[in-house]
């Protein structure tokens, strides 16, 4: 099922950019715009049979796509492995689903689209009234703290540094993750996906892959910080507050 949906969401994250419908036109190369047959369809299969270029005009087909297909696959085996057949299933599913979206648009574009965020915040909305381990008013108050101090972050450090620091689409991107986290692990998650971003920025800053004031796409960083403190985030806590 994480091979399907995430060529699914490979088709969103393209669409979305473009603003194009995800349901139409049907699946096709977007070099010679044919349409796809269901063998060239079958998410990773397909790519390793044709060796990555298209059936029909022999153009690369992007490395992202099966990447895509197999990162959504594994998270949601992992998932289940960790959770098992529970409601709470269904919020992890959904959530990696929209985090996986805003990953790829971020690292293609260094945009998060605001109907993909609309749509997570939607869902969320919706699944939290019906599947809330907490009370409700823990993630509707999540929303508004992960929200409010990231763009705090981006007014202060943007008068500091004479620049924009934080992305419009960051913050919004937190009212979702703080209606399915609540508001412990929401702040935990800024500091795990600050912690990830200054570790990516640092790294590629050695490589000499990146200026001193190039823009870093923050989002490939809250998607991990934010599953991490999901699935790990209370016992990470409790083992920490354990030595006080």
């Not at 197999?70 to 085996?77: N, S």
């Not at 600050?194 to 823009?215: P, T």
Request: aromatic share 14%; charged share 15%; hydrophobic share 50%.
């Amino acid at each position: 099922m994480g091979l399907f949906i995430g060529s699914f969401l490979n088709v969103v994250a393209i669409r979305v950019l473009k603003k194009e419908s995800i349901a139409y036109p049907p699946s096709h190369c977007v070099h010679c715009n044919h349409q796809l047959k269901p063998l060239d369809l079958v998410p990773v299969f397909s790519y390793l049979f044709l060796r990555g270029k298209c059936r029909y005009c022999k153009e690369p087909i992007s490395i992202r796509y099966p990447l895509g297909e197999m990162a959504t696959a594994l998270l949601f085996m992992a998932t289940y492995w960790v959770i098992g057949f529970k409601l709470e299933l269904i919020v992890a599913l959904f959530f990696i689903c929209i985090l996986v979206v805003i990953t790829q648009t971020d690292l293609q574009e260094m945009r998060i689209p605001n109907a993909v965020v609309a749509t997570g915040v939607v869902g969320a909305l919706g699944l939290r009234l019906w599947i809330h381990p907490l009370p409700l008013w823990d993630y509707l108050t999540g929303m508004l703290v992960g929200s409010g101090i990231l763009f705090t972050i981006g007014i202060v450090s943007g008068w500091i540094l004479k620049r924009e620091t934080m992305g419009a689409g960051d913050v919004k991107l937190y009212v979702f993750i703080g209606l399915i986290l609540g508001i412990k692990l929401t702040v935990f998650s800024l500091f795990a996906a600050s912690v990830i971003g200054l570790v990516i920025g640092l790294f590629q800053r050695v490589q000499g892959k990146q200026d001193k004031y190039a823009e870093v796409p923050f989002g490939p960083s809250i998607a991990l910080g934010s599953l991490f403190v999901y699935f790990f985030g209370e016992h990470v806590l409790n083992w920490y507050l354990g030595y006080f």
